[in-house]
């Protein structure tokens, strides 16, 4: 299955160019081109807002409905869409993660791991410190496969905030 990236050739070349002028990519002491996922974030929803909207719009049908654990496709399809809503990082992706967290951290069972775990990976990615106590309450899950999400989490989010770490 193919991907669509941005919203068209232009987009791209904009993008391309505004992340290169901006710092979001740049070379590091290997000479290997590297990526400032923040900062690229916002110049990806800058010029491919649309691919953004509706890479929200298809996390809020999965993540603020009742989900249907019988569903073999569910943890797949929430995979797919925190991946596309940590990529674009839109502030209004964090409540709705947030909202999802809350959901998940009471309920029981092996699909909701899997379905929690992108929820958490798409938190960590997100370079915002909301993040931070719905991840931090996550270690204390019963499952293993969370409290390691909520490790790495910690982990991403620290990697994308590093300046504020320090």
């Known amino acids: 299955m193919s991907k669509i990236f941005y919203t ?23 000479g290997y081109i590297c990526e400032d996922e923040c900062k690229a974030a916002s110049v990806l929803r800058k010029y491919n807002a649309a691919l953004g909207e509706r890479a929200l719009l298809a996390c809020q049908s999965l993540l603020l409905q009742p989900l249907d654990f019988s569903n073999s496709s569910l943890i797949g399809q929430v995979a797919e869409a925190t991946i596309a809503i940590a990529r674009f990082k839109d502030p209004r992706s964090v409540n709705l993660l947030l909202e999802a967290s809350q959901n998940l951290s009471r309920v029981k069972g092996l699909c909701r791991d899997g379905v929690y775990s992108w929820v958490l990976k798409a938190l960590g990615k997100m370079c915002n410190f909301r993040a931070l106590p719905p991840i931090t309450n996550a270690l204390q899950d019963d499952s293993p496969l969370i409290r390691k999400e909520a490790q790495n989490a910690l982990l991403e989010l620290k990697k994308c905030n590093e300046k504020l770490w320090l």
């Not at 068209?8 to 290997?30: I, K, V």
């Open 8 to 30: 068209s050739l232009t987009d791209m070349m904009l993008t391309l160019a505004e992340c290169y002028e901006t710092g979001a990519y740049y070379l590091n002491r290997n």
